[in-house]
């Protein structure tokens, strides 16, 4: 298979869903959001069947599944901070600068574990507001390592990409017709320019996913919008470098029998 061609399937991929992670940590995320998805339905019944009715027996049936519904909260938001961890591991990049953002999530899997552990010491609604104090106190630095490490996981398939073009490319040149033609020689001068261009673009957005100061309280959608053009810049600059290449393959490489 020609080299641009496997490129454009591996783009293909790329466009299509998050990055596959491995199978058990996938499973273990959809198992926990489901379970939680699934507890929070029926708290939601018992608090209303409470503020309606407001007897003891309902309101001890109200906190049981409030307590129950914040495990598997809490065991969820674990389970997906390792998903982001294997699925940026699968892509075996070597890519240094993502490692803060690894530990950062690997801390927050912890903290949701802890949680989730200590949510099951609740018996009285006075626990039930203890518990919501604390966790409102401590949970946003981990809840903002999940937003850090989804930006990671794209960043790690945008390396494994420039990976396997430098792959394909060193598997090209035996194919091309020597000695090299003065319009192939220009055609190869760029690529090497154009993979440094994008390369720097990928340090640059990787060094600020972590901003200096995490004090102000981060939105989910505006954070996502603070990288999406720059990662929609950098995969568009990834279509450029597979046309060039598919342009090298197609019009100077020799075909192989």
């Keep these: ?33 489901a379970t939680y998805r699934q507890n929070y339905i029926e708290f939601s019944l018992y608090k209303a069947d409470y503020l309606q009715n407001p007897t003891l027996d309902n309101q001890q049936r109200a906190i049981l599944s409030a307590k129950q519904t914040i495990q598997a909260r809490e065991l969820a938001k674990a389970a997906y901070a390792r998903y982001l961890i294997s699925s940026i591991a699968v892509q075996n990049s070597g890519y240094s600068a993502l490692d803060p ?10 903290y949701f574990e802890e949680q989730a552990r200590v949510s099951q010491q609740i018996i009285t609604a006075d626990d039930l507001k203890r518990y919501a104090l604390n966790y409102l106190n ?55 320019t154009l993979v440094s261009q994008i390369n720097d ?48 393959d197609l019009n100077y490489g020799q075909a192989k029998i």
């Design 101 to 110: 953002i690894v530990i950062r999530l690997t801390n927050a899997s912890t």
């Design 1 to 33: 298979m020609r080299s641009w061609i496997k490129l454009i399937v591996f783009l293909i991929i790329f466009f299509s869903a998050t990055t596959s992670a491995k199978a058990d940590s996938r499973s273990d995320y959809d198992f926990q959001l």
């Design 201 to 248: 673009k990928i340090n640059k957005v990787t060094s600020v996913i972590i901003p200096e100061d995490e004090s102000g309280l981060i939105i989910q959608a505006n954070f996502f919008e603070l990288y999406s053009s720059s990662l929609e810049e950098i995969k568009n600059m990834q279509l450029k470098l597979v046309d060039q290449l598919r342009d090298i």
């Design 138 to 192: 401590s949970y946003v630095i981990h809840q903002r390592s999940l937003y850090y490490g989804q930006i990671a996981n794209k960043i790690a398939t945008l390396v494994r990409f420039q990976i396997n073009t430098q792959d394909e490319m060193q598997a090209m040149v035996p194919r091309l017709s020597t000695p090299y033609s003065a319009p192939l020689q220009a055609r190869l001068d760029g690529i090497p």
